[in-house]
């Protein structure tokens, strides 16, 4: 069994930055898709960011220009950082590791960021 352990939340003021990691529990699990997925109070679930193992990567247009995502295979741990956050960034954020052989997705328990003056 995989588990996702996720860190780096908490409450920062617009204009401000956090950096998320997420770790996965089993050396040598190389998921080929890693990311992140956010939901905000009464919304649905929604894409982030997410990188797969070639480099490759893709954002959600309302974060792009402002965070960036990478992975390091090494350490099993993909990073979010994000620059000039604003309020509507508040949201719990879920990681994701997805994988192709077999098709499935594994998701951490979720970190809270909020946004606010």
């Known amino acids: 069994q995989v588990q996702l352990v996720e860190s780096g939340g908490g409450l920062v003021e617009p204009g401000g930055s956090l950096r998320l990691s997420c770790t996965t529990s089993?050396?040598?699990?190389?998921?080929?898709?890693m990311g992140w997925y956010r939901q905000a109070p009464g919304k649905q679930r929604e894409l982030v960011a997410i990188?797969?193992?070639?480099?490759?990567?893709n954002y959600a247009d309302s974060v792009k220009g402002r965070f960036t995502i990478s992975r390091d295979d090494a350490k099993n741990t993909v990073y979010l950082q994000m620059n000039s956050l604003k309020p509507e960034d508040t949201a719990v954020y879920y990681c994701?590791?997805?994988?192709?052989?077999?098709?499935?997705?594994?998701w951490g328990k979720g970190t809270l960021v909020t946004v606010s003056s």
């Open positions: 990188i797969f193992s070639g480099g490759s990567t």
């Open positions: 994701i590791c997805r994988t192709a052989i077999p098709p499935h997705d594994y």
């Open positions: 089993r050396s040598g699990f190389s998921p080929y898709g």
